[in-house]
Every structure is written in structure tokens, then in C-alpha cells.
């Protein structure tokens, strides 16, 4: 039989609760209902070159008025070895099952949508194998607001959308773009060397948006603007026939 942290059965609960893009405005409702109300919110955060914590999810929670006594900062390593993540997951998660157990809800918070690349979905998976009841409670993803704040639709009709994350080279994106429709590209480090070149060559309507609803916040769908960016982690690509530059208006919407 598979050994547990602990035998006994927790009365408590954990919820992934979707904070969206950055913009504290995007939370929803029923999110800032359930931040409230619980008993621990546990922050994700990342450590910069510097040694020091960088969290938008801590921003966004003070930005609404939380407590801060109520915090509670994972430290997460930001790494493709997923045996050093789930490691670090495992740990962070034996003080929420602690919590769960003496009857606290827990709140684990996460950018974006909790679904959707998270982090959370790791500590929901462990969760459930210890029998601590779990929810999630959705919210707004970046490449939804970025579109939003172009006024431009993600798809129309019987449009399909693809998303890809972290792809290795642009080779990826344009497969994608040959099946048609509407191609969600998150996470673009990963071909910052390659991105403008690729654009400019190929020709692709394209939106770039990077920090949606955060300090620095950069959209575009000017090719120029993109020259000397340095396509940060959070940066995503959507190609759509929707992101034609407008004549005579604005094409990039910047808060830096």
C-alpha cells in the first residue's frame, strides 16, 4: 500500500484559484470571495538572478486588500528538470495537506487561468491522492486579455484555435499555422533569437503581447516595435488573420 504523509483524514479543503493575467481587476468575483474567506492563501514565487522573490501573484493579492498575514510564499525553482520541481512541490505541499488536516481552506493562487500551465494542477494531483477534497475556480488567461485589450477577436465562428507553449523552434508554429485558424503561442524565450526574423520573413499577421496586466505591460502588432524587445518569459504570440495592423490607429498599447 502506498504511504501517505499522514493517516489522518483532513477536514479542510484546497482550491487553485485563478488570479488572470496581472490586472487586479480580472479576478473574478467568486475568486476574490473565496481569497476572503480562506484560512491560508499560498503564494507561488520565483527567485531572480539577484536571490531575491519575485511574485505577481503577491502583487495582484495586496493590490486587492488581503491580508498579508494570511500569505504563505512557495518558492518554486523555475526549471525543465521536473524531478527538481516535483521535489520541491512535494515539500511545499506536506505544510498545505498540515493545513487542510486541522480544518483550514487553503488557497493556492496562480497567474492566469489555475487549469492552464500551472503550477497548481502539480499540488491539486497530490491533493487528491491524500484524499483533501479540491476545486479550482477559473479565470482570465493572458492571451484572452491581450486580445481584449486589441479589440480583436481569438476566433470567429467555426475558427480552430491551436496554443502551443515553450516551443523549440519556429518550425513548430508554422506547422501549426498550415492546419489554419487562429495559433496561441505562450512562453517565447524559447525562440527569442529567432521571433522578429521569422515574423518579418513570413509574413504572419501576428499580435505580440508580453507582461499582459502587469507593471510593463507591451502589446503590439507593428513588426518595428518587436526589433528591440527582449521577449521576456511572459510573453506570448497570437497568429490569426484578426491581428491586421489598423490603418490609422494605434498598434501598440504599451504601460511601461
Known amino acids: 500500500m502506498r504511504n501517505r504523509i499522514d493517516t489522518v483524514m483532513p477536514c479542510g479543503c484546497l482550491c487553485g484559484v485563478s488570479l488572470g493575467p496581472g490586472d487586479p481587476e480580472l479576478v473574478t468575483l467568486k475568486a476574490l470571495r473565496f481569497l476572503e474567506r480562506a484560512d491560508v492563501i499560498c503564494c507561488p514565487a520565483t527567485v531572480d538572478g539577484r536571490g531575491a522573490l519575485q511574485s505577481v501573484a503577491i502583487d495582484i493579492l495586496c493590490d486587492l486588500g488581503l491580508p498579508e498575514e494570511r500569505f504563505r510564499i512557495m518558492a518554486l525553482p523555475m526549471s525543465e528538470n521536473r524531478k527538481l520541481a516535483e521535489a520541491e512541490y512535494r515539500e511545499h505541499f506536506r505544510q498545505i495537506a498540515a493545513d487542510c488536516r486541522e480544518g ?3 488557497a493556492l493562487v496562480s497567474i492566469g487561468d489555475a487549469g492552464f500551465y500551472s503550477t497548481v494542477s502539480a499540488m491539486i494531483r497530490l491533493a487528491e491522492n491524500e484524499g483533501i477534497p479540491c476545486s479550482l475556480i477559473p479565470g482570465v488567461p493572458a492571451f484572452i486579455a491581450a486580445a481584449a485589450s486589441s479589440c480583436i477577436p481569438v476566433a470567429l465562428q467555426d475558427d480552430r484555435v491551436r496554443i ?18 487562429t495559433v496561441v503561442v505562450m512562453k517565447l524565450s524559447t525562440i527569442r533569437e529567432y521571433l522578429v526574423s521569422w515574423l518579418a520573413a513570413s509574413g504572419h499577421s501576428f ?3 508580453e507582461k499582459v496586466g502587469m507593471e510593463g505591460e507591451f502589446i503590439t502588432s507593428d513588426i518595428d516595435a518587436l526589433r528591440q524587445r527582449p521577449i521576456p518569459y511572459f510573453s506570448l504570440l497570437v497568429c490569426s488573420p484578426y491581428c491586421r495592423p489598423k490603418a490609422g490607429s494605434q498598434n501598440t498599447v504599451t504601460n511601461e
Open 104 to 106: 483550514k481552506t487553503v
Open 164 to 181: 502551443l507553449a515553450m516551443v523549440k523552434d519556429v518550425d513548430e508554429i508554422e506547422r501549426a499555422l498550415r492546419e489554419g485558424g
Open 207 to 209: 499580435l505580440y503581447a
